[in-house]
T-cell receptor, first 116, second 110 residues
Framework: GAVVSQHPSRVICKSGTSVKIECRSLDFQATTMFWYRQFPKQSLMLMATSNEGSKATYEQGVEKDKFLINHASLTLSTLTVTSAHPEDSSFYIC????????????FGSGTRLTVV | GESVGLHLPTLSVQEGDNSIINCAYSNSASDYFIWYKQESGKGPQFIIDIRSNMDKRQGQRVTVLLNKTVKHLSLQIAATQPGDSAVYFCAVASYDKVIFGPGTSLSVIP
């Protein structure tokens, strides 16, 4: 089946620094990937849709200059949290859609970001 | 837009009993529904899905029921086991996104 790899699984960074999270589709090409954020005891909230070769589409209330998304290839999307603050600490999850399959969404295993 | 909600945030069941987790959605045009299981510190894991042209679908120990009239779906887990303890999300999928409900935490009492 389709596999999505997310890296790193955990990261701790200092306030004011930037951190990059990678999302890779391992056995399929994904023109569209998605980034979610999940706070403790809450649901997954869609942050943005990453489109290969074009600009990402951000959900309402998500700062595009803070959460930079790059989808430079059909198998890789990256999310960079810029000038991170403690309130950015969260669980970030990516998803990739396999266009060969109707509703072919596969999720990564998530990245736990802690900003200190 | 779509919004998805759940009736109960937590559910405790005795091992061996059946579990029922409910979910409501708002958009009557929604076509595809998915149940996910999420264990602590992990990404969501696909359990079962159902299209709007069906009202029931069964998997291994799991059944999803869809009632389009009242915009409600449920996940039934038969003979609940300790390994079923997790948070369960219903989600509505379209061709351009997946929207998650708030989640139900299932605890299985040995």
């Amino acid at each position: 089946g389709a596999v999505v790899s997310q890296h790193p699984s955990r990261v701790i960074c200092k306030s004011g620094t930037s951190v990059k999270i990678e999302c890779r589709s391992l056995d399929f090409q994904a023109t569209t990937m998605f980034w979610y954020r999940q706070f403790p005891k809450q649901s997954l909230m869609l942050m943005a849709t990453s489109n290969e070769g074009s600009k990402a589409t951000y959900e309402q209330g998500v700062e595009k200059d803070k959460f930079l998304i790059n989808h430079a290839s059909l198998t890789l999307s990256t999310l960079t949290v810029t000038s991170a603050h403690p309130e950015d600490s969260s669980f970030y999850i990516c998803s990739a859609r396999d266009s060969r399959v109707p509703y072919g969404y596969t999720f990564g295993s998530g990245t736990r970001l802690t900003v200190v | 837009g779509e919004s998805v909600g759940l009736h109960l945030p937590t559910l405790s069941v005795q091992e061996g009993d059946n579990s029922i987790i409910n979910c409501a959605y708002s958009n009557s045009a929604s076509d595809y529904f998915i149940w996910y299981k999420q264990e602590s510190g992990k990404g969501p894991q696909f359990i079962i899905d159902i299209r709007s042209n069906m009202d029931k679908r069964q998997g291994q120990r799991v059944t999803v029921l869809l009632n389009k009239t009242v915009k409600h779906l449920s996940l039934q887990i038969a003979a609940t086991q300790p390994g079923d303890s997790a948070v369960y999300f219903c989600a509505v999928a379209s061709y351009d996104k997946v929207i998650f409900g708030p989640g139900t935490s299932l605890s299985v009492i040995p």
